[in-house]
């Protein structure tokens, strides 16, 4: 199983969700880990019957919430702890240094960190990767209303000292291309569409999801998006 932490105080669930629709597109079984101390995917993806940990589907998608590792996720499946779980994908929403380290974060296959540039969640991010034990090597996904070589250059600067090796590649989504209010609704009518959001938009869900699936063409993928856009 492919384990891909996406770490930050940032708002990580539709980025998570929309990238687990490529995933299960493709034929992967994916289950999306929301770890977070908020659990906003409690309140954006819908359950008839909530409880303090739980696990529904969600457009193809396995949403775990309530779950301390992945032993308590194995117990509710009714798996043995040496049992592996039954899928090819695990998407993790960290917010906690703890939780870095009690899903083994650190041997995962990717690990990203999603900020934007307001001080709160750069710096609570920040504080998150403060706590690493180990060297960990994140991509960054960067929300910006324009791209700024000084704003990239200031994060460098707040995690030097820290355990961090930060990929080259870095990934942009901007702030004010009408993306957020597609996703408001997206929310409301608790589904996941593509067809309105914007070409960058997509093309970074199709990147990351190309970095996941490393043995899939990216044409493959596209094939993928396509056919969520138009809601087959």
Known sequence: MKKVGFIGMYDKTDLILNIAKILTTMKKKVIVVDSTLTQKAKYVVPVINPTVTYITDFEDIDV???????????DYLGLPEKEKL??????????????????ELGSA????????FDLYSLKRGLEILSGLKKPMELTKILYAKE???EEDDYLNFLSLGYKVMWSEYKIYFPI????????AENQRVAK???KKLSAQYKDNLTYIASEILNDVSENQIRRAVKIIERGV
């Open 176 to 183: 004010e291309n009408g993306d957020w209010s597609v996703l």
């Open 86 to 103: 039954p899928y090819d994908i695990m998407l993790i929403d960290v917010d906690n240094a703890e939780s870095i380290d009690v899903f």
């Open 192 to 194: 996941i569409k593509f």
């Open 64 to 74: 775990a919430i309530g779950f301390k590792n992945e032993k308590e996720i194995k």
């Open 147 to 149: 791209i700024l070589k």
């Open 109 to 116: 296959t990717k690990n990203y960190f999603v900020t934007a």
